[in-house]
């Protein structure tokens, strides 16, 4: 059990019994009355944001949750197939679960999941993966002015606005926190 003097941004609770995330939360202290703290909380299953007032001194429980490094080994039909680098046990993940997060999963890339009361909720995948273009328009020699940009279609099917220079067959660095473009990596 924990109470109001634990909200913090990224503390974890359970209400009706469903793992919360506190994204925002704000202590008030009203000049009448009881002190209260306002909060924004993401439902770390279904990815729903709510807001919720706690009275001061209010009792609350904390969501178990639990971090497992996993390595990505392959896709079986709508799931994902990991392995627990310590035991070595398979887990199945569900696509739905996974959401964008499936366009940064290459063989063996070692991300962490998140599991709640054994079952997993979500992955949190490398801040950074290396993606090859497989589509793309050809870029214009001479064509520097401006911060002009193309699409261009990655290994993973992850489409992504790229400098008018970058060729097929290159390869790209992908920040997976925002999904975009950081540089092209040589070799």
């Known amino acids: ?65 639990e971090e497992r490094e996993m ?6 039909g709508d799931d994902y197939v990991f392995m627990d680098t310590q035991t070595y046990d398979q887990m199945r993940i569900s696509g739905e679960f996974l959401g964008d997060n499936a366009y940064y999963l290459l063989d063996n890339t070692n991300v962490d999941v998140m599991l709640f009361e054994g079952r997993p909720i979500g992955i949190t995948p490398p801040t950074f993966v290396n993606l090859e273009v497989i589509e793309t328009e050809p870029g214009f020699k001479g064509d520097t002015s401006g911060n002009t940009t193309k699409s261009a279609k990655l290994s993973t099917g992850l489409m992504v606005q790229v400098p008018l220079f970058v060729e097929q067959g290159e390869t790209l660095k992908i920040d997976t926190r925002t999904g975009e473009y950081v540089e092209r990596v040589k070799g």
């Open 71 to 76: 390595q990505y080994l392959y896709p079986e």
């Open 1 to 65: 059990m924990a109470d109001t003097t634990d909200i913090k941004k990224g503390f974890k609770m359970l209400l009706d019994g469903a793992p919360y995330s506190v994204v925002e939360s704000q202590f008030v202290k009203p000049g009448k009355g009881q002190a209260f703290v306002r909060t924004r909380l993401k439902n770390m299953i279904s990815g729903n944001v709510i807001e919720r007032t706690f009275k001061s001194g209010e009792k609350i429980d904390k969501a178990e949750c």
